[in-house]
Structures are given as structure tokens and as C-alpha cells.
């Protein structure tokens, strides 16, 4: 199917977000999946919550069938030039897990990026959610989405001797 084209819907979620999949309109395959949370309420002390949540990034990305192979937790705004927060990232041998605070505007973003079918990607997603959720009293997820990812033709793989 030449020129296919995913098309995505653009959807706005109450604070009480529930899972959506941005539609796809198109004959192609996906070899990997993109999930983005978005809470607000989160208004932590940085480096503690840094270290839970790159515990939990790494938790969830075990429990799920993905593969860690790396894991960094940056605090930011300690030297006082920009907000407080952190960077949290796990690299893995599927992608990669992500999630940015800025603990004064109470915001965490968190995404999750596998390819394969090794590794459950939404089931990682709902893990880490759940578990910021039960962190911090009153947190909000305000989206939750996921996207397919690695979009291909699937003749394109068959004649290559590869499957998706």
C-alpha cells in the first residue's frame, strides 16, 4: 500500500485521564509502541523523588520483559540557574524510559519507548503510573496516551526475510 500514512487524532483528557491509543488510520505495521503520562500534583523534594522514580522506572521496565541496560538520575536547579527537578532515564535494549520533574510546578512527565514484542509496553506504563499515583497524595494524571511506533509496510519485512 504505497503512500500510506498514519493519521493521528488529537484529543484532549480531563485530569482524571484515562488510557487512550491515538488512532491510526493505515495498512502499516507497528514494531514498537510510545507511551506519555503527564501528572501534575507532584510537588516533591527533588532528589528523593529522583531516586524512587528511577527505582521504579527500573522495576517496572523488569517486570514488564524489557531489558535495562543503563539507568542515569540527573537533579537539576541545584546550583540555583535552573528550577528543581530531575532527569530520570533508562536505557534499554528496547528503547528507552523516561520522566522529567519540575518539582515547583508540581509536573512529571514520563515516557516509554519499546520496539519488539519482547517487552509489554503499555503494561510498563500502567505500572509506573500506578506507582506515582500511590507516591504523592493527590497527583493528577492529566494524559495518558500511546502511539504506535516504527510503522512499516509489512511486504517491506516479508521480502526482506524479517517479520514484524
Not at 522506572?57 to 542515569?72: I, M, N, P, Y
Not at 530531575?86 to 515516557?111: I, N, P, Q, R
Not at 506515582?132 to 509489512?154: M, N, W
Request: charged fraction near 20%; glycine fraction near 8%; aromatic fraction near 6%.
Amino acid at each position: 500500500m504505497a503512500g500510506a500514512v498514519a493519521v493521528l487524532s488529537v484529543i484532549s483528557l480531563a485530569p482524571s485521564a484515562s488510557r487512550i491509543t491515538l488512532n491510526k488510520r493505515s495498512a502499516l505495521a507497528a514494531h514498537g509502541s510510545h507511551v506519555v503520562l503527564d501528572f501534575e500534583g507532584f510537588a516533591v523534594e527533588p532528589a528523593a523523588a529522583g531516586r524512587w522514580t528511577l527505582a521504579t522506572l527500573e522495576a517496572a521496565a523488569a517486570a514488564h520483559g524489557a531489558t535495562v541496560v543503563h539507568s542515569k538520575l540527573v537533579l537539576l536547579g541545584e546550583d540555583g540557574t535552573t528550577p528543581p527537578g530531575f532527569t530520570a532515564a533508562v536505557l534499554l535494549d528496547e528503547s528507552h524510559a523516561t520522566a522529567h520533574c519540575y518539582s515547583e510546578h508540581g509536573w512529571l512527565a514520563v515516557d516509554v519507548f519499546t520496539c519488539g514484542a519482547q517487552a509489554d509496553t503499555l503494561g510498563f506504563a500502567d505500572a509506573v503510573r500506578r506507582k506515582v499515583e500511590g507516591y504523592v497524595p493527590g497527583v493528577r494524571c492529566t494524559q495518558h496516551a500511546s502511539i504506535d511506533r516504527f510503522l512499516h509496510r509489512e511486504l517491506e519485512l516479508e521480502d526482506s526475510g524479517h517479520t514484524s
